[in-house]
């Protein structure tokens, strides 16, 4: 399935990717389909380089790393954290990790590797549902 079509399923979704690779969206988008996996943050970093800002209510289609539309999920919570403070539900909720430490580690080396990383940098947190799984999976 085309992302332009599922897009005119959901007016006003906006694409994006888990991860920096496709070896790990395709680790994220497995933990999203078997469940851990209901939260995400982004950047403010990123979202000034042109990343879409969630929004409550908005249904969004996360895509595999070379863009094909693998889920549809609906924003459910918004907060805004700095990553210092991250709390623990809140880092768990992300479903990658099984402490904050982990938590902590994995996405300070993302956020090094994408050249944002701050330890007072602003993190706009998001849990979301899943409503739509269209299938499509990174090659890896």
Do not use: N
Request: charged content about 30%; overall charge negative; proline content about 4%.
């Amino acid at each position: 399935m085309q992302l332009q079509a599922v897009q005119e399923r959901y007016p006003g979704a906006q694409a994006y990717v888990f991860g920096d690779s496709a070896r790990m969206s395709a680790e994220l988008i497995g933990l999203v389909r078997a469940g851990p996996k209901r939260a995400t943050c982004l950047s403010m970093a990123e979202v000034a380089r042109g990343e879409a800002v969630p929004q409550i209510g908005r249904c969004d289609v996360a895509t595999t790393f070379d863009g094909r539309p693998a889920l549809v999920t609906r924003t459910m919570e918004l907060r805004l954290v700095r990553f210092c403070d991250m709390p623990e539900a809140l880092a768990l909720a992300e479903g990658e990790d099984e402490t904050l430490a982990g938590w902590k580690e994995g996405h300070e080396g993302f956020y090094r590797r994408i050249g944002v990383f701050d330890p007072q940098m602003e993190l706009i947190w998001e849990r979301f549902e899943v409503i739509e799984d269209l299938g499509a999976v990174d090659d890896v």
